[in-house]
């Protein structure tokens, strides 16, 4: 397991190419994906998702979205980090669990270690944070991490309300 940040109660580890399995059944709930307009129809398609999107992330910038489990059985209840997007001039914090693990802070707990992250190991100077408007349990998971509001715009085709949060190194 290659272990990327421990918290208190949570694992965030990067994914391999043998977790397709896994990237499909946390997307196969209607729910978990009703925000992200991102369905994931086939273990196929999650290969591809991992081998494509995700892992080259990590060879590319030193970071990216992480299977994050629980440390008391070491159960996967989704996944969180960080994600270059060049095409915007960015990187983007994002998070989504399996429904069992809502209501717990994991979401919380994990967004704020991999923005800590971001800025203490990788002395980003920035980092985004986006959630359609009417997801506001997404919505206080940014603000409970210190992201400040900065304007609703459309994102991919999608309406977003997007947060940021600036490295504190990069205050005078």
């Not at 159960?75 to 809502?102: H, M, Q, T």
């Not at 944070?129 to 997404?138: D, F, K, L, T, V």
Request: proline share 3%.
């Amino acid at each position: 397991m290659n272990i990327i940040i421990h918290t208190e109660r949570l694992i965030l580890r990067k994914f391999t190419e043998k977790d397709a399995q896994l990237i499909f059944d946390l997307n196969k709930d209607a729910d978990v994906i009703k925000y992200t307009m991102d369905p994931i129809s086939d273990i196929e398609l999650a290969k591809k998702v991992l081998v494509e999107v995700i892992l080259p992330q990590y060879a590319l910038y030193n970071h990216g979205r992480w299977a994050v489990h629980l440390k008391s059985d070491l159960s996967f209840i989704g996944w969180c980090g960080l994600k270059a997007r060049p095409e915007r001039n960015e990187i983007d914090l994002g998070y989504r669990f399996v429904k069992n693990a809502w209501g717990n802070g994991y979401a919380t707990e994990a967004a704020f270690a991999s923005l800590n992250y971001g800025f203490k190991e990788l002395n980003l100077s920035r980092i985004i944070g986006r959630a359609m408007p009417e997801n506001i349990a997404s919505i206080k998971v940014l603000e409970k991490c210190g992201m400040h509001y900065i304007c609703d715009e459309i994102v991919d085709n999608h309406p977003a309300r997007t947060f940021e949060a600036i490295n504190p190194k990069n205050y005078k």
